[in-house]
């Protein structure tokens, strides 16, 4: 290992955040590249407050849906992958986004879309998951591989209520399209399971 390597240069690094160059922030990004942008950390946790118009409890980055907030010279852009081709929640999530960051003093917003790779149920993080179980639903199955696992009807679906794994699907179709609707034969409570994609 070289010298250079091993001793990075932070104030040539500072520098160029000072000089307004592109800020970035992914889904992936872990929390130690995120620090030391305020501005980036003010508009995450803006953000964080744009949740699903049908489930109130489950931010828009909880859902996956949340790929990327950028800023570069004032202007802020947000790239999000819709859920489903013709959900009808994108479009209210697109105008939450508008207004919470309006409302912040954020004008100059762009939305992006991102179609490719194709937004999967298994986007969905862990505390969304928690929270959607705290809410009453049953949260998508997640595969050890990162795949969606295939449910077939009454299998596998824990009920959020009492955890029993006893539950049946009384239908395919629950509130909305991306839920099935399901009973616990446990606690008899029915419940929406959040289907996978
Ligand atoms: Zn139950």
Known sequence: MNKESRFPAPKKRKAAALDGIDYKITQNM???????????????????????????????????????????????????????????????????????????????????????PAWTTDWMTDEGREKLRAFGIAPPQKSAQGLCAVVSPGTDVKCPQCGSEQTECISEFGSTACKALYRCLHCAEPFDYFKCI
Not at 31 to 37: E, K, L, P, Y
Not at 49 to 76: C, F, K, N, W
Request: aromatic residues 2%; contains cysteine; glycine residues 6%.
């Open 30 to 116: 872990t929390v130690a590249d995120r620090s030391g942008n305020n501005e980036i950390e003010r508009l995450e946790a803006l953000l964080e407050q744009v949740t699903d118009p049908e489930i109130p409890v489950v931010s828009i980055r909880d859902l996956g849906i949340l790929r990327d907030i950028s800023l570069h010279a004032g202007q802020v852009t947000v790239t999000i992958t819709p859920t489903y081709s013709g959900c009808p929640a994108m479009s209210t999530i697109r105008a939450d986004i508008r207004q919470t960051l309006s409302a912040a003093g954020y004008d100059d917003v762009r939305l992006k879309q991102s179609l490719s």
